[in-house]
Every structure is written in C-alpha cells, then in structure tokens.
C-alpha cells in the first residue's frame, strides 16, 4: 500500500492533491481573477472611459483592472510603468505582452501564482526561476516538463520539495540516476519512476523494505553508480556556460526594451496610416459628392428650359391657329360685304327695268 496509486502519501504528491491544486488554473483562488469570474464580469472592458478614469487613478480594485487587461496597449504601458499592482493583473497580461514578460523578469516579488502562469510560455522566464531559489516549489512544478536546464538545476540543488522532482521522474533518465545516488527523497517518488526506469525497477524488487533499507541493501548497485561520477564532473563544467548566459541577460534585458519601443511605435505608425488612407478616402467621397450636386443641379436647370421651351412652342401653335381663324373671318366678312353689294345693286336693276317699263309705257301712252 506504500506504493499503491491510493496510498495517502502518494496521494499527497498526486496531481490532485488539494495543496498542488492550490496552484492549478483550476484552483477557487486563481478563478477569482479569471476572466469569467462573476466579479469580473460585472465590469466592461470594452469602455475607453473606463479605461482613461482607472489609468488616471491607481486605487481601483486590481479585479476591475484585470478586466481591461488585454484590450488596451496605453493600459499595459501603464501597468508597465508601476509596481504596486496586485500580482493577480498581472497574471491575467502574461500571455498577452511580451513587454510584460520582461518587467516580470526585472522583479522577483510577484506572487507566484503569476509566476506560474509565464512558466511554460517564456524561456527568459525560466532562466530567472533558475537564478533564484526562493520560489515556491508549487512554480517549478509546473515548469519541470519543459524545461532541461530547470532539470539540470534541481539536481544540483537538494532542497526543493520532492513534489516537484515528482514531476519530473517520467521526463529525465538523469533525475532518476540522480534519485538512486540519494537517500532523503520520499519512496512515493521513486513509486512514480518504476514503470520509467528498468534500473529502479530492478532496485525496487531487490527489496521488500522501505527506500532507506532498499538503498543501503543495494551497496552494489550505488558502488556502480559512483563510476558515473565523470558525468557529473561534465556536467559541472557547463557552468561556465550558464555564467556566459547570465552574462547576456542584461544585453537580452536592453533588445527586449528596445523591441517593445519598437512594436509600440509600429503599432502608432499603422494606427495613422489607417486614419490616414481613411481620411483620404472620404476627400474623395466629398469631391465627388460635389460633383454628383452640381450635375444634379444642371440637370433641374436644363429640365427646367425643356418645359419653358414646350410652353412657348404651344403658345407658340395656339398663336398661329387665332391667326388663321382671324383671316377667315376677315374673308367671310368681306365676302358678307360684296354680297350685300351685289344684293344692292340687283335690287336697283330692278328698279331701273321697272322705270324702264314704266317709262316705256308712259312713251306708248302718249
């Protein structure tokens, strides 16, 4: 039961421990700051108002603070530029800004919860965990699967808490020599090894006892273990090479300001030569809106003479039309007055022949 996956010793180290899921994104503490947190939902982060009052002010809650987080490159600057945040806004830009990463890297007092959400994502990040020791080991488990060089300093170093070496076990051949060449890490950790390494395999059925009785029964076996004592000694050579790389920290430190300058100023040059593409678009929206106006008004103005001009043609026709009707009255009338004029002059022929005849008679009378 020593070894058995239920076992309450193992358990302790399990994955699902209640103290490693303290330090799980999972974990009720670290949730608080999610962002689907109830309490942060209650703030939105997409108000440039809200946004200029809290960087005008440094007394919010870092909860609402964190709710703005990802969406405003000034706010970053500004967290950037400050130190007395809580170390739970910060956790929430890790993934977010390089430049934040750097800051991290420049200050070694932030909680390390925050720590532990860089820890996968950023090499330098891992560089400054293995140049201090203080951190909680909770950081460096969540670090041990990708990292050979954070590997290599756990096992020059044997005060860490054997959780973390824990996670190791299944990762690197070295950390099991390593744990064979030991006698203070807890037997559930070298449970964990023994379907990983045939040699503790071996080990572990050579004995029946606890590890310290296992270890000292094995006197062979750690006589062998000794004769690697030249890789060790390789392996300590390669200090000098961490002390070179700690050397070009700061050179790192200054290209890492230097690029953040840099993406900053880029990000503003492309901001105005958007603005500016749109500002010039809209010129020639309004140029040609002009335009289309005064066609627009050309067009009434020649509407306008095309209806003017069919008025006067039709006053036009009308005007010819009284001009013939007048013409024929004129000739009706003056036909009217010749024949008056023969009527008159008919009716005094008559009279004529009539004192003709008259006179003739008188003449025959006679």
């Known amino acids: 039961m020593l070894y058995s ?3 309450p010793l193992l358990m302790l180290y399990s994955p699902f421990s209640p103290l490693l899921m303290l330090y799980s994104p999972f974990s009720p503490l670290l949730m608080l700051y999610s962002p689907f947190s109830p309490l942060l939902m209650l703030y939105s982060p997409f108000s440039p108002l809200l946004t200029f009052i809290l960087l005008s002010s440094t007394h919010f809650h870092p909860s609402l603070l964190y709710s703005l987080s990802p969406f405003s490159l000034i706010f970053t600057f500004t967290l950037l530029s400050s130190t007395h945040f809580h170390p739970s806004l910060f956790y929430s830009l890790s993934h977010f800004s390089p430049l934040l990463n750097f800051t991290l890297l420049s200050s070694i007092h932030f909680h390390t919860s925050l720590l532990y959400s860089l820890s996968p994502f950023s090499p330098l990040l891992t560089f400054t965990l293995l140049s ?12 041990s699967p990708f990292s050979p060089l954070l590997t290599f ?19 690197s051949p070295l950390l099991t020599f390593t744990l064979l060449s030991s006698t203070h890490f807890h037997p559930s950790l070298l449970y964990s ?4 390494s045939p040699l503790l395999t071996f080990t572990l059925l050579s004995s029946t006892h606890a590890l310290f009785t296992l270890l000292s029964s094995t006197h062979a076996l750690f006589t062998l273990l000794s004769s690697t004592h030249a890789l060790f000694t390789l392996l300590s ?4 090479l961490f002390t070179l790389l700690s050397s070009t920290h700061a050179l790192f430190t200054l290209l890492s300001s230097t690029h953040a300058l840099f993406t900053l100023l880029s990000s503003t040059h492309a901001l105005f030569t958007l603005l500016s593409s749109t500002h010039a678009l809209f010129t020639t929206l309004s140029s040609t809106h002009a335009l289309l106006t005064t066609l ?3 067009h009434a103005l020649f509407t306008t003479l095309s209806s003017t001009h069919a008025l006067f043609t ?12 007048s013409s024929t009255h004129a000739l009706f009338t003056t036909l ?12 005094t022929h008559a009279l004529f022949t009539t004192l003709s005849s008259t006179h003739a008679l008188f003449t025959t009378l006679l």
């Open 153 to 171: 300093t756990l096992l020059s170093s044997t005060h860490f808490h054997h959780s973390l070496l824990y996670s190791l076990s299944p990762f």
């Open 296 to 298: 627009s008004s050309t």
């Open 5 to 7: 996956p239920f076992s």
């Open 237 to 240: 050579s390669t200090h000098a």
């Open 314 to 325: 039709t006053l036009s026709s009308t005007h010819a039309l009284f001009t013939t009707l």
């Open 132 to 143: 201090s020791t203080h951190f909680h080991p909770s950081l460096l488990y969540s670090l």
């Open 193 to 196: 090894l023994s379907p990983f």
């Open 336 to 347: 009217s007055s010749t024949h008056a004029l023969f009527t008159t002059l008919s009716s």
